[in-house]
Antibody, heavy 123, light 109 residues
Framework: EVQLLESGGDLVQPGGSLRLSCAAS????????INWVRQAPGKGLEWVSS????????DYADSVKGRFTISRDNSKNTLSLQLNSLRAEDTAVYYC????????????????WGKGTAVTVSS | EIVLTQSPGTLSLSPGERATLSCRAS???????LAWYQQKPGQAPRLLMY???NRATGIPDRFSGSGSGTDFTLTISRLEPEDFAVYYC??????????FGPGTKVDIK
């Protein structure tokens, strides 16, 4: 079964840092682009960041560019998102989501999602 | 940046009824780049449709998608109790790569 499991969410003060992880299983992790998508409480979905299957290409939403860093370790089937300079507006559930097509720098859609990990930025 | 608008915001229907959800883009979008997701309370989104009209794995055939250009539609032919949820459309583009619509909530009348 294809699964993604996020971890690392926590309560952090404004200006603080956090590292989120996503553990993948049930598919050839190194063949698929992976994304982070977040959802603020009671709000809709917002794309955050994407990384290509090889890790050689990354992209970020303007709202997090320069503060967040996405990376992957294909030998360990894990994805990470380093969150720095956190703001109250970064409070959300963060989902990792698998791209739907193999060997694409970016996929057209996301076919498997993890259950999410909650990040709260508050003093 | 392409902006997606979904209507209606809330759709109140009874089980067995037909649901028609609209997603409108601010600029023309290739149908290949349009997807739909379902999200139930407390759960992660689930892919329903990709390339506008292709059902994802395991999605029942009461779900169908159509459209082109700036207007896309998700139709649920006969609502089952498990279909009451929020539905998002998503387009793939450039800067940002993905944008989502604000969602349509389908609730029980």
């Amino acid at each position: 079964e294809v699964q993604l499991l996020e971890s690392g969410g926590d309560l952090v003060q404004p200006g603080g840092s956090l590292r989120l992880s996503c553990a993948a299983s049930g598919f050839t992790f190194s063949s698929f682009a992976i994304n982070w998508v977040r959802q603020a409480p009671g709000k809709g979905l917002e794309w955050v960041s994407s990384i290509s299957y090889s890790g050689g290409s990354t992209d970020y939403a303007d709202s997090v560019k320069g503060r967040f860093t996405i990376s992957r370790d294909n030998s360990k089937n894990t994805l990470s998102l380093q969150l720095n300079s956190l703001r109250a507006e970064d409070t959300a559930v963060y989902y990792c989501a698998k791209g739907g097509e193999e060997y694409q720098l970016v996929s057209l859609y996301m076919d498997v999602w993890g259950k999410g990990t909650a990040v709260t930025v508050s003093s | 940046e392409i902006v997606l608008t979904q209507s209606p915001g809330t759709l109140s229907l009874s089980p067995g009824e037909r649901a028609t959800l609209s997603c409108r883009a601010s600029q023309s979008v290739s149908s290949r780049y349009l997807a739909w997701y379902q999200q139930k309370p407390g759960q992660a989104p689930r892919l329903l449709m990709y390339a506008a009209s292709n059902r994802a794995t395991g999605i029942p055939d009461r779900f169908s998608g159509s459209g082109s250009g700036t207007d896309f539609t998700l139709t649920i032919s006969r609502l089952e109790p498990e279909d009451f949820a929020v539905y998002y459309c998503q387009q793939y583009g450039s800067s940002p790569i993905y944008t989502f619509g604000p969602g349509t909530k389908v609730d029980i009348k």
